[in-house]
């Protein structure tokens, strides 16, 4: 599911969000100038070891001298449950479609669609009424529900970041409604490793990558959700020490992951990711509770399961760009990094006009006079 890295993009280039975004930034670039966010210099560099044990083990897809391809996204395995739902309003579709038909067919038969009399004008009339409904659910549904349905269903099955070692780049594979391709620099990248945290107050989470706006350009802000989700902090800073080791010192200094992950969507790897749900109780040593729950919960977690599944099998194998599978080969050109110009441009921030302080009408003299005269009567005559 993309719903967050949706909504990441969708608040930046919306024109209803866009303009509180950028006016958020601006402030932030300003209280980050006058020194406000200090604790941010002592995030981990690309030349700062965190970590003695590198290791990324469950998120690896490829793993070469020239670039690694690593598993993104925030919560990829959490798909199934809109996919169930398109399932659902496709049947629903499907079924309005045949009674449609069914009841328009008095206009070829001239007979009532189930039974053998001859049609009436109300048959007629409730033909095109059914055909009318059908057509409205096909607009709503093409019209607003594909917007919740690509966020699993007709979409790249998996989103992906990949390091080149060799051009000192970063390509990050996502949907088009979330960013698209993108080119970046290796050294303009800000890391969240979680260093120096708890090793239980970060499990779930994961690796976040992220490259601030450079006005012009590069007027977004791009944020990756890399690796599998952690059992712990140690997860977290050892996957990132893992990263910046391959592409700092080169691959010989990092221990050759055991094994890759597949794309291949096997049946099995979706009852996994439903049972995933349990592996913080199961880390905490409730073994037998979560036993029951998943024997209660057993339905539910098979259809799930089934979504997941499905889910995967109606979307496809993301592909890179010519240019950067063969980008760091001899000969071979270096991708130009993402500008402003591969986006539609941001809408515009229009000035907020001040309101002009009313000014306080001044009487004429010979008025101001009138009243001041009652006043001192009055005073004189206590």
């Given at each position: 599911?993309?719903?967050?890295e949706w909504?990441?993009?969708?608040?930046?280039?919306?024109p209803?969000?866009?303009?509180?975004?950028?006016?958020k930034?601006?402030?932030?670039?300003?209280?980050k100038?006058?020194?406000?966010?200090k604790?941010e210099?002592?995030l981990?560099g690309i030349?700062?070891?965190?970590?003695?044990v590198?290791?990324a083990?469950?998120?690896?897809?490829s793993?070469n001298d020239?670039?690694?391809?690593?598993?993104a996204?925030?919560?990829q395995?959490r798909r199934?449950?809109?996919?169930?739902?398109?399932?659902?309003?496709?049947?629903?579709?499907?079924?309005i479609?045949c009674f449609a038909?069914?009841?328009?067919?008095v206009w070829?038969?001239g007979r009532h669609p189930?039974?053998?009399?001859?049609?009436t004008?109300s048959d007629?009339a409730?033909?095109?009424?059914?055909a009318?409904l059908a057509?409205?659910?096909f607009y709503?549904?093409?019209?607003?529900?594909r917007i919740l349905?690509r966020?699993e269903v007709f979409v790249?099955?998996?989103?992906m970041?990949r390091?080149?070692?060799?051009?000192?780049?970063v390509?990050l594979h996502?949907?088009?409604?979330?960013?698209?391709i993108t080119?970046?620099?290796w050294?303009?990248v800000?890391?969240?490793a979680?260093?120096?945290?708890d090793?239980g107050?970060?499990?779930?989470?994961?690796?976040?990558?992220?490259?601030?706006?450079?006005m012009?350009?590069l007027p977004?802000?791009h944020i990756a959700?890399?690796?599998k989700?952690?059992d712990?902090?140690s997860?977290?800073?050892?996957l990132?020490?893992f990263?910046?080791?391959y592409?700092e010192?080169g691959?010989?200094?990092?221990?050759?992951?055991?094994?890759l992950?597949?794309?291949v969507p096997?049946?099995?790897?979706?009852v996994?990711?439903?049972?995933s749900?349990?592996?913080?109780?199961w880390?905490?040593g409730l073994?037998?509770?979560?036993a029951c729950?998943?024997a209660?919960?057993s339905?539910?977690?098979?259809l799930?399961?089934?979504g997941h599944w499905?889910?995967?099998l109606?979307?496809w194998e993301?592909?890179?760009?010519?240019?950067?599978?063969?980008?760091g080969l001899p000969?071979?050109?270096?991708?130009?990094l993402?500008?402003a110009a591969?986006?539609p441009?941001?809408?515009k921030?229009e000035?907020k006009?001040?309101?002009s302080?009313?000014?306080?009408k001044?009487?004429?003299v010979?008025a101001q006079?009138?009243?001041?005269?009652?006043d001192t009567?009055?005073?004189?005559s206590?």
């Amino acid at each position: 599911m993309y719903w967050l890295e949706w909504m990441l993009w969708h608040i930046q280039t919306s024109p209803f969000e866009s303009v509180n975004w950028q006016e958020k930034q601006k402030k932030y670039m300003r209280a980050k100038r006058a020194g406000r966010y200090k604790h941010e210099d002592s995030l981990p560099g690309i030349k700062d070891r965190v970590s003695e044990v590198p290791k990324a083990e469950g998120s690896i897809y490829s793993f070469n001298d020239t670039f690694m391809d690593v598993a993104a996204g925030e919560s990829q395995e959490r798909r199934g449950v809109v996919a169930c739902v398109f399932l659902a309003i496709a049947y629903s579709l499907f079924e309005i479609s045949c009674f449609a038909i069914l009841a328009n067919s008095v206009w070829f038969t001239g007979r009532h669609p189930t039974l053998t009399i001859p049609a009436t004008a109300s048959d007629f009339a409730s033909g095109m009424f059914i055909a009318l409904l059908a057509t409205l659910a096909f607009y709503l549904v093409f019209r607003y529900a594909r917007i919740l349905f690509r966020l699993e269903v007709f979409v790249q099955r998996r989103m992906m970041i990949r390091f080149n070692r060799i051009t000192r780049q970063v390509y990050l594979h996502r949907p088009r409604f979330a960013g698209g391709i993108t080119v970046l620099d290796w050294e303009q990248v800000t890391v969240d490793a979680a260093v120096g945290g708890d090793e239980g107050s970060n499990a779930g989470r994961k690796l976040i990558l992220f490259w601030e706006p450079k006005m012009p350009d590069l007027p977004h802000l791009h944020i990756a959700f890399v690796g599998k989700r952690a059992d712990g902090t140690s997860d977290i800073v050892n996957l990132w020490e893992f990263i910046r080791r391959y592409m700092e010192e080169g691959p010989q200094s990092v221990p050759a992951p055991k094994k890759l992950l597949g794309k291949v969507p096997w049946p099995w790897l979706s009852v996994m990711a439903s049972l995933s749900f349990f592996k913080p109780l199961w880390r905490a040593g409730l073994h037998w509770q979560v036993a029951c729950i998943v024997a209660l919960a057993s339905p539910a977690l098979a259809l799930h399961s089934l979504g997941h599944w499905i889910s995967l099998l109606l979307c496809w194998e993301p592909r890179w760009p010519r240019i950067i599978r063969e980008a760091g080969l001899p000969g071979k050109p270096v991708p130009p990094l993402s500008t402003a110009a591969d986006w539609p441009p941001l809408p515009k921030v229009e000035p907020k006009e001040k309101k002009s302080r009313r000014a306080r009408k001044l009487l004429p003299v010979d008025a101001q006079l009138d009243e001041i005269e009652p006043d001192t009567q009055h005073q004189e005559s206590k």
